[in-house]
C-alpha cells in the first residue's frame, strides 16, 4: 500500500506564492516520474508539472516562468513552488507519482487526496 499526502494549500492574494508538498510513504521500491495536477470547478483534471527521477522536468504552459516543481529522493517527496499567482490558479491540487513496490515490478500511478489552492482579493 501507498499513501500520497499534499501539504501546503491555502488562500492567497493575487501576486502571491504558496508552496505545495507531497510525501509518498508505505510500500517504495521505486519512484519514477513525480509531478502535480489540478482540477478547477467544472473543468477537466489538468497537468501542471512532471518531474522525472533523474530531475528532468516539464511543465504547463500556463505556469513556465511562475511555478517550480523540485523533489527530494532521499524524502519521496515532490514540492511545486508557485510564485506570482492568479485568480485562474485556483483549483484542487493533486500529487501523482509513478511508483514499483518491488524488483522488477511496473511502476503504477498512485493520487494524494487533493489540497485547494484559492487565489483571491
Known amino acids: 500500500q501507498v499513501q500520497l499526502v499534499e501539504s501546503g494549500g491555502g488562500l492567497v492574494q493575487p501576486g502571491g506564492s504558496l508552496r505545495l508538498s507531497c510525501a509518498a510513504s508505505g510500500s517504495i521500491f521505486s519512484i519514477n516520474a513525480m509531478g502535480w495536477y489540478r482540477q478547477a470547478p467544472g473543468k477537466q483534471r489538468e497537468l501542471v508539472a512532471t518531474i522525472t527521477s533523474g530531475g528532468s522536468t516539464n511543465y504547463a504552459d500556463s505556469v513556465k516562468g511562475r511555478f517550480t516543481i523540485s523533489r527530494d529522493n532521499a524524502k519521496n517527496t515532490v514540492y511545486l513552488q508557485m510564485n506570482s499567482l492568479k485568480p485562474e490558479d485556483t483549483a484542487v491540487y493533486y500529487c501523482?507519482?509513478?511508483?514499483?513496490?518491488?524488483?522488477?515490478?511496473?511502476?503504477?500511478?498512485?493520487w494524494g487526496q487533493g489540497t485547494q489552492v484559492t487565489v483571491s482579493s
Open positions: 501523482n507519482a509513478g511508483v514499483s513496490t518491488g524488483w522488477a515490478t511496473k511502476p503504477i500511478g498512485y
